[in-house]
């Protein structure tokens, strides 16, 4: 192992996400896989790949190194696909000029395309040195398509004859061949967009979109917002005083949510609203809840066969519905409706139809999530994640027995339920026709395997580089909650050196994601190079984490701290018992996001049990994160203030006794740096030493060379000292 090249190469590989393929797309024959993969585990650009009949194609990059295609989208057969780089949109067809590709009839230039720099396009779609072996065939050129100004989001239509794309806030539709541009709907203000998502909507929601093509290709289902009312936040760059700030609409805690409203807009210009509802009915309050009944968040749109759906939901998150709209006239009707007195979560992938009008709806079970096809319930204890997609009444979805594994399922009716994936990881697929495209993320590391009519028909290349410490996990089930743990020991423990190990707990343990599953992700490796430099590392995914059920996941409803602090000491305690390597004289927390808040909180409130403390880009002041993501906790903070004053720091700021440092990115849109500022400020106020590191013109995500590998030196330094271990020279 070389830990000491470690830092480099995770900085390198932008935490070993390089070189990964990702966002796949099946047509809907099963002939053409497409999916984006940077140029090697090093080089970011980012490439537009297609694998066909067993080999992979490049079929679009960019020259620039600091730029590349970064999402794309594509026509139900998978033959046109637009994608932006720099504002720019650019289209490339699928076929080859070998397979008779359709290259005059689409208006595609005879000669070499030229690029906007002058770069011919030979240069524009150049394979790197390590990229896959191509297909034998040469490709349609990628073309650019001259637009009314910079473009987001471009998106053809199912029959790939248009390519609606969203610039300025104004919703623009052009043909496929570059010819016939048009607006459809144009902001009345500065604060309104067609066709793109709010804040709340892209950063807590999950929805990236804000409008979908009909089947027919012939209009399509926007979402109009009004950000008018919510409040400004201004993110400047302190290094750079004569730089004005970025405004950005950040609706926080308790403050006005952005308006979103719903249209039909036809390729021809009529315009039909969908005036959808916007309370629902009269509800009991839970004791000392809190009872918001108006339908502020769009969770999701889609436009099948069955015409357009939304999903809906109330401020307080208590209730959703899903409502059908009918094109014509822009009328609805409820076609599920779901409550709960805490919250009730979405189910990405829902609602489904399947060709016959078999619908595939969320469905609770219990204290489980399952789902509904048609009238058949899924399996008792099968807690489903997401639906993939329907091929003819098949259904695809994944779904978990045991909370550290995900699988692929299906179901058709006469074949019932069957499990797709075997080995123990985290596996997610994409489907068309007869092909199914297996990613799997196992202890080994990730694959992507493709299939056609159930058998292995080739695998997709995984370039990302293996991480210079191999991780080597112990996956554990500790305490009486059974708690899915896993713990990294030095490679070298056991080979004649006995001595007690210090413990660095390095969980996330947040309601957003897991860590501790069967699928090898860079924070393993993280984990694992600690572990080398001499601790004994822990990461334990507590209450609130997604997997476990329903209870587990409202455990954390009014206190978005205890309960998950609590489950890590007892999971440390656990664990001590049954390893005695680990010292609890000496013991340490580290975290980013809200695991840095987590950390910081273990310090104030457990100091007989933590000794010292690393948080990065911690949210400490609970009423300045989100709305839709705070409020579904805590609640409204002029409703439900004790469970702000609960699980915010800033008021526990007088009870640190132990070393803590605070790291914070000065371009942070997510976190704002606010909350590292006040924290610090109150510890100064009660006089606690304590230690600030801001990170200039870095944002939420830290993953810059000589940023991100100096930082995880630092932040080792500081742990070292923290506990009194002796330096690397030591």
Known sequence: MDINGFPR????????????????????????VLFLRSASGTDPRGLLWMFEHGQERLLAGHPSPSAGVTGYAADRSARVVAYAVDGELWTVRTESVRDGGPDQDQGHDRGPARSPRGQDTAEHQAAPEQAAPQHSAATCAPRRIPTAGPVTDPRPSPDG????????????????DGTGDRLLAAPEGPDVTYGLADYCAGASIGRSRGYWWSPDGDALLVARVDTSM????????????????????????????????????????RRTPVPLPRTAPARRTPPGGWDAPAFEYLISASWDDAGPF???????????????????????????RKSDESWVASLPGTPLHTPAGVRVLPSVRGDVRGIRIGDTLSPDGL???????????RVFFTA????????????????????????????????????????????????VTVRRDGRPDGRIQVLTEQPLVAPAPVHLTLGARELRSRLH?????????????????????????????????????????????????????????????????????????????????????????????????RVAIRGWSYSGYLAAGAVLHRPDVFHAAFAGAAPADRRLYD??????????????????????????????????????????????????????????????PHTVLPLSGTGHLVHRENVADRLLMLELDFLKRALALPSEEG
């Open 627 to 688: 709305s839709y993501w705070e409020e579904r906790f805590l609640g409204h903070p002029d409703v439900r203030p004790e469970g702000y004053e609960r699980s915010s720091l800033l008021p526990h700021a007088h009870r640190l006794t132990r070393p803590l440092m605070l790291v914070h990115g000065l371009a942070d849109d997510n976190v704002a740096p606010a909350h590292t500022l006040r924290l610090s400020a109150a510890l100064l106020a009660a006089g606690r």
């Open 161 to 176: 004859a248009l390519i609606a794309y969203v610039t300025g806030g104004a919703l623009h539709v052009v043909r496929a």
């Open 230 to 269: 919510v409040h400004r936040r201004y993110i400047a760059d302190a290094s750079d005083p004569e730089k004005p700030p970025a405004v950005i609409r950040y609706p926080a805690a308790g403050t006005p949510n952005a308006e979103t409203s719903l249209l039909v807009l036809t390729t021809g210009g």
């Open 383 to 393: 807690y489903v994640r997401e639906v993939l997609g329907a091929v003819g009444e």
């Open 489 to 585: 020991l030095p490679s070298w423990y056991g080979r004649g050196r006995q001595e007690r190990l210090p413990v660095l707990l390095s969980p996330y343990s947040g309601p957003g994601m897991q860590v501790v599953t069967r699928g090898r992700g860079w924070y393993t490796a993280v984990c694992q190079w600690y572990a080398e430099h001499g601790f004994a590392v822990l990461a334990t995914d507590g209450r609130g984490t997604p997997g476990r059920g329903i209870a587990w996941e409202h455990a954390i409803d009014g206190d978005r701290l205890g309960p998950v602090l609590d489950d890590q000491v007892d999971a440390l305690h656990a664990a001590a018992e049954r390893y005695e390597a680990l010292d609890l004289g």
């Open 9 to 32: 190469q995770f900085a390198r590989t932008r935490r070993f996400t390089l070189g990964t393929p990702r966002q796949f797309t099946v047509s809907a024959d099963g002939e053409r």
């Open 400 to 447: 978990s027995e045991e909370p550290t594994e995900v699988h692929v399922w299906s179901y058709e009716e006469g074949t019932g339920f069957v499990r797709l994936t075997e080995h123990a990881g985290v596996h997610t697929a994409a489907v068309g026709g007869d092909t199914l495209v297996v990613d799997s993320r196992t202890d080994d590391g990730q694959s």
């Open 310 to 336: 939304a999903v809906l939901h109330t401020r307080d998150q208590r209730t959703v519905w899903v409502v059908a709209a009918d094109p014509a006239d822009g009328a609805y009707e409820v076609v599920s």
